[in-house]
């Protein structure tokens, strides 16, 4: 687009939509004009397909051990034997201790210096570690990438945008599900290249592509909407104060009782248990269809290939899903929907005892608890009001979410029909279905109780700088359901 063209259409931002709220603190979106949208997708290229690779180079380092493990690491280490047979699934659960516990100081450190130096070196980090096959380290440098770019993209956009944007990048863990198969399918083929085996190498080049792109990100990185130096001073302006409207000029400080608050809120417990209820599903899918295509029956070399159409299929799921809840700006019902076709897979894959059928359970899993994920996210992030207490509620979701991580890497032990693992994560996705219920009808209350409070107060928008320490605490604040 010409030069000419991005001035005519900065100096005319204020004709647009910035998302301010009503007198009565309730949100009242309205749809961009062509002006206002062109600042959007000026934002969207520019942020969206980077953080989409981070994540992407992320889920691909961290689940590559289930495309390892069919590609000969299983036998060559030995880890099919001793201790149960329980090896390769202590090799998959060590990641995710490491990567619970430094979730929130991550995000922490993320608010105190800048998104350009904390995002590329733990990512810089943790392309050294996958490429030493250190995985037991691998979780301290990856902590923090999901929750800071979930946190990174609400800098940049309301809250009303949010879940398509988180949707898009979020499509990165299911195309890396699907390209992790490819890669894997022609990698195995360096089998005795440099004395490695073809497992090996996996590692090795996973990693060393990840090392690539995080140096490049400390150049291409931006920080903030204020400091873009590729917006027009108009369009950052109206960035900013879209922004600043849309948030109630809320707090954006460091202060230790913003993660009191978080910590406090029983809600947050409630999004994280949801998180953990979709999150052991996802990563059962991610760690272990490879091996479950190929205990129906299928060759390893078939059931690399055969972890791709899943995927592909997910990440189209999660894409609509996320364009959908911002269109209808709610995230309960595309949450319980999603998550319920994800229940329907494991009913299939638990109850099924040949190929076809299993087959058809992977990719309804996939297709249902991918988009399940990235709904929470985006429902989490919306609903925390407050920079610092939203940095450490998402960081809550994903760490605390995460420890699932334990329970996926142990509970597929039984093969060929893998009952123990299907039906845990049935339990699981029924829990996080009951939970999202439960928020959904505690934010409609509560949002009918501020509007009856503000009514009652003749509490208006102008009065917000009042209740800016407040978070979602505040009357101003309405929940997205």
């Not at 990174?152 to 990048?169: D, E, G, H, V």
């Not at 595309?334 to 638990?350: E, P, W």
């Amino acid at each position: 687009m010409s030069d000419e063209k991005d001035s005519h259409s900065a100096s005319s931002l204020e004709k647009g939509q910035s998302g301010v709220d009503g007198k009565d603190g309730s949100f009242s979106p309205v749809v961009d004009d062509a002006l206002t949208a062109h600042v959007w997708r000026k934002l969207d290229w520019r942020i969206l397909p980077f953080v989409t690779a981070l994540y992407l180079l992320s889920f691909l380092d961290r689940t590559n051990i289930g495309n390892a493990r069919i590609a000969g690491m299983a036998t060559d280490l030995h880890l099919s034997v001793g201790l149960g047979g329980l090896k390769y699934n202590i090799a998959a659960a060590v990641f995710y201790i490491t990567y619970s516990l430094f979730e929130v100081p991550s995000n922490i450190f993320l608010k105190l210096t800048r998104p350009s130096i904390w995002i590329p070196s733990i990512m810089l980090a943790w392309g050294l570690i996958i490429s030493l096959i250190a995985r037991v380290f691998l979780g301290v440098a990856e902590a923090g990438l999901l929750p800071g770019v979930t946190f990174y993209i609400s800098l940049w956009y309301p809250r009303r945008m949010q879940a398509s944007r988180i949707a898009i990048f979020f499509a990165g863990t299911t195309i890396a599900g699907a390209f992790g198969g490819i890669l894997a399918f022609g990698i195995e083929h360096l089998e005795g290249r440099g004395g490695l085996h073809g497992w090996q190498w996996i590692f090795l080049i996973e990693g060393l592509i990840t090392i690539v792109v995080a140096l490049g990100a400390y150049f291409f990185m931006p920080d903030y909407p204020e400091t873009a130096r590729f917006l027009s001073e108009e369009e950052r302006n109206f960035v900013v104060t879209t922004l600043r409207q849309e948030r109630q000029n809320q707090a954006t400080h460091f202060e230790m009782r913003f993660i009191q608050q978080a910590f406090s809120d029983w809600k947050s417990w409630v999004q994280v248990l949801m998180f953990m209820g979709v999150i052991i599903p996802g990563y059962g899918v991610a760690l272990f269809m490879p091996s479950i295509i190929n205990d129906l029956g299928f060759s390893a070399a078939n059931a690399q290939l055969l972890t791709v159409p899943p995927f592909v299929l997910g990440c189209c799921i999660v894409i609509l899903a996320g364009l959908s809840a911002d269109r209808l700006q709610s995230r309960g019902p595309f949450f319980i929907v999603c998550s319920t076709v994800g229940l329907v897979g494991y009913i299939i894959a638990y109850t099924t005892r040949t190929a076809g059928p299993g087959y058809v359970a992977a990719i309804l899993a996939t297709m249902g608890v991918y988009p399940s994920i990235c709904t929470n996210l985006a429902w989490a992030a919306a609903n925390a009001g407050g920079e610092m207490k939203r940095a450490v509620v998402l960081a809550m979701v994903v760490g605390f979410g995460n420890l699932g991580g334990i329970c996926s890497s142990f509970v597929y032990n039984d093969p060929p029909r893998f009952h123990h693992g299907h039906g845990t994560m049935i339990g699981w996705l029924g829990c996080s279905i009951i939970c999202s219920i439960v928020l959904m009808y505690t934010y409609h209350r509560l949002n009918r109780e501020k509007e009856e409070y503000c009514k009652r107060e003749g509490i208006t928008i102008d009065m917000q700088d009042q209740f800016k320490d407040s978070g979602d605490e505040s009357p101003l604040f309405r929940y997205i359901i």
